[in-house]
Each structure stands twice: as structure tokens, then as C-alpha cells.
T-cell receptor
Framework: EDQVTQSPEALRLQEGESSSLNCSYTVSGLRGLFWYRQDPGKGPEFLFT?????EEKEKERLKATLTKKESFLHITAPKPEDSATYLC????????????WGAGTKLIIKP | ETGVTQTPRHLVMGMTNKKSLKCEQHLGHNAMYWYKQSAKKPLELMFV???????ENNSVPSRFSPECPNSSHLFLHLHTLQPEDSALYLC?????????????FGQGTRLTVV
């Protein structure tokens, strides 16, 4: 069954404490993996798209990486304003316009 | 104004009411979507429009009725909803249909059915 699993469900860090979020997927023929950030009561905000294993992208304190089975979102020296829910979604060859979404990781950064 | 705009931001409606959600995108995109987001569950795709034609209807109950009059506007008409329909409804747009390009989301409409 095609699915996307994000872990952990929630993560609490101290300001400055680096860590990683995981998005594992089981689909055939990956077309793209997308990372989004969502603040409470708002729509998801696009962060990155990754297309092939070995690809990496960076934005400020965030770095996304991709392997054949999973993606990591590395957060370096996070600040309280990085607190949000991080979502990943996958598009694959037979997806027929649909993305498969993970349930998200809620990240809390304490000052 | 830029991006994807949804109105209203909040809506409380009774089970016998009829209401509509509105979405407008100012990005020149060709595809628009309606998603439902419930607490602690993955986003659920409801409808996809590409160049104003519906290309996907994800087995959504008929009490939800979409309308796409042009490539910039999308509506979701609601009638005789159930309490379990309470959720955040998100509109999104993308340059193309999913798979190659990222989608941009509106702020959502928080719907409560009483």
C-alpha cells in the first residue's frame, strides 16, 4: 500500500538544539517529495521540493535531504519561530493527480 | 493582492443551512484544489480542477458541490452538512496538476457544523 509516514509525531527542543524530522514513503516511481510548514489556524506554506535520491535543499536553518525510502528535514540551531507542524507529501507515477500526505510532525522550540 | 485568498475565515452553520466557501488565486496557476484537514489526520484531497475542468472527485459526498467558473476562482457549496464535516477547508493552486510543481495554499476556512 502506498503511504507516507512522518516521525516523530511531536518533538520538543530547546532553542539552539539541532534535530531532524523524518518522512518515510512506500510508493513506486517517485515523482516528487514536498515539505510544507503549517502554523496553527493557517494553510500550509511550501518549503521544498525534492525529485531524486541524493538531492538536498536548504533554506535558512532548514535542510531537506532525500533517499530512495525517506526524506529528512534537518533543523540547525532552531529558534522559537521555527515552531510549527511540518508536513511532507509525495507524488508518484500512478498517483492520478493526488499527493499522499503524512500526518505531520509538530515541532515546539522552547526559548 | 497576491497568493491564494479564502473567505470566510470562519463559518458556523446549522445542518439545514446552505453556505459557500470562496477561493481566489492571484498566481496565474492552471490547477486548483479543495482539501479537508481534520485534527491529527493527513490532508484529504476533495476536488481537483485543471483549466476549469474537474479532473478528480475523491468520492466526496454530494452535500459538497464544487464550482470553478474560471481559472482564478473556486467555490465549495455546502448543504445539509453533518457535524463530522467540521474541519479546516483549504484551497490550493499550482502551476500544473500535482506531481511536478508545488501547490500554494490559502489560509483556510474553519468550518463548524452545529
Amino acid at each position: 500500500e502506498d503511504q507516507v509516514t512522518q516521525s516523530p509525531e511531536a518533538l520538543r527542543l530547546q532553542e539552539g538544539e539541532s534535530s531532524s524530522l523524518n518522512c518515510s514513503y512506500t510508493v513506486s516511481g517517485l515523482r516528487g517529495l514536498f515539505w510544507y510548514r503549517q502554523d496553527p489556524g493557517k494553510g500550509p506554506e511550501f518549503l521544498f521540493t525534492l525529485y531524486s535520491a541524493g538531492e538536498e535543499k536548504e533554506k535558512e536553518r532548514l535542510k531537506a535531504t532525500l533517499t530512495k525510502k525517506e526524506s529528512f528535514l534537518h533543523i540547525t540551531a532552531p529558534k522559537p519561530e521555527d515552531s510549527a507542524t511540518y508536513l511532507c507529501a509525495v507524488s508518484y507515477m500512478d498517483s492520478n493527480y493526488q499527493l499522499i500526505w503524512g500526518a505531520g510532525t509538530k515541532l515546539i522550540i522552547k526559548p | 493582492e497576491t497568493g491564494v485568498t479564502q473567505t470566510p475565515r470562519h463559518l458556523v452553520m446549522g445542518m439545514t443551512n446552505k453556505k459557500s466557501l470562496k477561493c481566489e488565486q492571484h498566481l496565474g496557476h492552471n490547477a486548483m484544489y479543495w482539501y479537508k484537514q481534520s485534527a491529527k489526520k493527513p490532508l484529504e484531497l476533495m476536488f481537483v480542477y485543471s483549466l476549469e475542468e474537474r479532473v478528480e472527485n475523491n468520492s466526496v459526498p454530494s452535500r459538497f458541490s464544487p464550482e470553478c467558473p474560471n481559472s482564478s476562482h473556486l467555490f465549495l457549496h455546502l448543504h445539509t452538512l453533518q457535524p463530522e464535516d467540521s474541519a479546516l477547508y483549504l484551497c490550493a493552486s499550482s502551476q500544473d496538476t500535482p506531481g511536478g510543481t508545488e501547490a500554494f495554499f490559502g489560509q483556510g476556512t474553519r468550518l463548524t457544523v452545529v
